[in-house]
């Protein structure tokens, strides 16, 4: 956004980074900020932080529940395993490509959506909530109805698609995972981009078209550039997102036929293996891949969380 | 931190205001001891605790918990309660490969004295096995299942006996043109196992030791990857092998349409025909599990009641388990809801009642008499998805590497070692 608008809220004091001295009313301010988000900040780092560091300990540790009496501090031994285990790779392979095509077909319907909600003139309204209407339903209900629908006895896309059993197929069960995550979330990819086709100046595009751009003209070398930290940010939250799919593949295939995500694949160990230590060291894996995606979107692309100065880099 | 002591109050109230709630919670009833009972879904099952809560002259009263349709999902739910030591839990219904894993883990209490005298009594032995631990008794045996083969007399007057006539018997129908097609659970989950555990020891094979402890993987379980493939890879069985499980195979062999001749099931299928397809029903014979130089051995499934280790009325649901499986009990189960019982002398020819509910109880009782059991270990669990992921799909089973994949695999998992797929 202009920067013109957020000077007279930061730049009371002589512009000059660093340490500036404080005020004694602007240090009592400064405490009574930090008391007032003590008691959030507590909450925050007992609900999450310790949660993360009891995991990372059980993955230290050879912890089955059906061995109660073999627990013991191991070491890295249990990321060796996963980490060399076929199983864990395939499952990251198929993760990883659920994640990339589905955020690109998100990414790109979502873009169309927007547009379309931005500049939709009669019953706004009622076209924005229509099309949000994929993302209000729960997962695991709307996964029941492609299940259904996929299904070789009760499907009706089966029949129209003259598939014998799809779920059964390893690159048809991926393909209708990707379809109805898709189909799940790709109103929020358009929301979030809609906020971003807010931030374009109606004039720019009107200086724009007045210089003779083309609409692909304005669309890619105005509009793209100004939407770019919506945009990224949009993709940083379906990307984190995506990589953690779960529901989806529970209920359509439930991991077989290699299908099975990380996300899976840990339940698998934790829940029905009772294998503590596997299953954690999968949890603070998928914590770390999760961690990186963040990274590299934040420190490579320049992403900014929302509503941290929308003007791009800090 | 001027706001700390105010805050800590707000949370301590917090905190009580959800212990008062869950302490409410446990102690629901104050008349008198409740025995919970989590027990799959069993149609008349509520009858049979009818019966038991009269006998008990409330002394307790047990209570029906239900759990989830699917083996999964109640393994799930009680090893989730376990864990965290729910003393709610008194009786457990447990699938029959599940007391090792559970007594392992220190859940179950050992059955003594009087009370193990009573569970053992008259009770056939291969379902007596699956309660049995490190020879010590873990369970009561409610019910148990065997599959047997079913088929349509108008196209096979005389069954096979074996699965090398079955074969030939099969590929001989469809050169005539007639329903040709060995319907078998080749899905990949359990059922999958099952089968393949009953190829194993019909070839008198091991695929563990015999304290669960080794992999061993012998000429037999080599043998049976080897029939496995042969069956699954020459056109002889449903195109959608991969995809059935018991209520497919089911469902192909009852369509009007239906190329099957055999199907490999468990007995409730012949209630189920006869609703679904009255004219095939007919016909619908059924013998002996067919086997290698003979009748198969057959695997066993079934239930066993355990007593919960946290249970806070142990000898109150000692005594509700012997109710809920005596031989009175098992019986009315055997005739309303269909499910085979444990107990030899409920296998009665002069019951009317009995045999008329249950044509094939003679062919049961004799698959039971040399029935074989899956695995006994603790980590059945890893072991049957690790089994059933290696076998499929079942037609790309190259019997030698398979079975070293399988030995491999499945050694590290008793290790609690291995990574679920």
Known sequence: MSQTAEAPVTAAPPPKKGKPALSEGKKAERRLGLLLCAPAAVVMIAVTGWPIIYSVWLSLQRYDLRFPDQREFVGFSNYVAVLSDGYWWTAFGVTALITVISVVIELVLGMLLALAMHRTLVGRGLVRTVSLIPYGIVTVVAAFSWFYAWNADTGYLADLFGADAPLTDRVASLAIIILAEVWKTTPFMALLLMAGLALVPDDLLKAASMDGATAWQRFTKVMLPVMKPAILVALLFRTLDAFRIFDNIFVLTKGANDTSSVSMQTYNNLIKGLNLGIGSTMSVLIFIAVAIIAFIFVKLFGASAPGNDPGGKR | ?421
């Open chain 2, 1 to 421: 931190m001027r706001s700390s002591p105010g805050r800590r109050r707000l949370l301590a109230a917090a905190g009580a205001t959800l212990v008062a709630a869950s302490t409410v919670a446990a102690c629901g009833s104050e008349s008198g001891t409740q025995i919970n009972v989590y027990y799959a879904p069993e149609q008349n099952f509520q009858s049979v605790i009818d019966q038991c809560n009269k006998e008990a002259g409330g002394k307790y009263e047990i209570v029906y918990r239900k759990l989830p349709r699917d083996a999964d999902g109640q393994r799930e739910q009680m090893v989730r309660r376990l864990a965290a030591g729910d003393t709610d839990l008194d009786i457990l219904g447990l699938d029959v490969t599940w007391v090792p894993e559970f007594a392992e883990a220190k859940w179950l209490e050992e059955w003594t004295g009087a009370d193990k005298t009573a569970a053992e009594d008259d009770v056939l032995e291969g379902p007596l096995s699956t309660a049995m631990w490190n020879d010590k008794l873990y369970a009561a045996t409610k019910n148990t299942n065997v599959q047997l083969l079913w088929y349509d007399d108008t196209v096979t007057p005389t069954p096979p006996a074996t699965w090398r006539e079955m074969i030939d018997a099969a590929k001989d129908l469809k050169s005539q043109g007639k329903p040709y097609q060995i319907l078998f659970t080749g899905a990949q989950y359990e059922g999958l196992v099952v089968t393949y555990n009953t190829l194993v020891a019909s070839y008198g094979g091991k695929i563990l030791s015999d304290d669960g402890k080794s992999v061993v993987m012998d000429k037999g379980a080599i043998d049976a990857l080897r029939l496995l493939k042969e069956v699954a890879s020459e056109g002889i069985t449903d195109p959608s092998l991969t995809n059935a499980q018991e209520q497919q195979v089911q469902q192909a062999f009852e369509r009007p349409d239906s190329d099957a001749a055999f199907e490999l099931n468990w007995p409730y299928v012949y209630a189920a025909i006869q609703d679904a397809n009255p004219d095939r029903a007919k016909n619908f014979k059924w013998a002996r599990y067919p086997g290698i130089d003979g009748p198969g051995r057959v695997t066993v499934g079934g239930y066993n009641l355990a007593v919960s280790a946290y249970s806070q009325h142990k000898p109150e649901s000692f005594e509700a388990a012997l109710c809920l499986r005596s031989a009175e009990s098992q019986r009315y189960s055997a005739i309303n809801d269909g499910v085979p019982p444990t107990i030899e002398s409920v296998y009665d020819g002069d019951d009317a009642e009995f045999v008329k509910a249950y044509p094939m109880w003679e062919t049961i009782a004799e698959e039971l008499d040399d029935a074989a059991v899956r695995p006994l270990t603790v980590v059945y669990q890893n072991l049957s998805t690790i089994t059933s992921k290696v076998l499929s799909p079942p037609q790309d089973i190259d019997p030698e590497s398979t079975a070293a994949e399988l030995r491999d695999q499945l050694q590290k998992a008793l290790d609690s070692k291995g990574v679920l797929p």
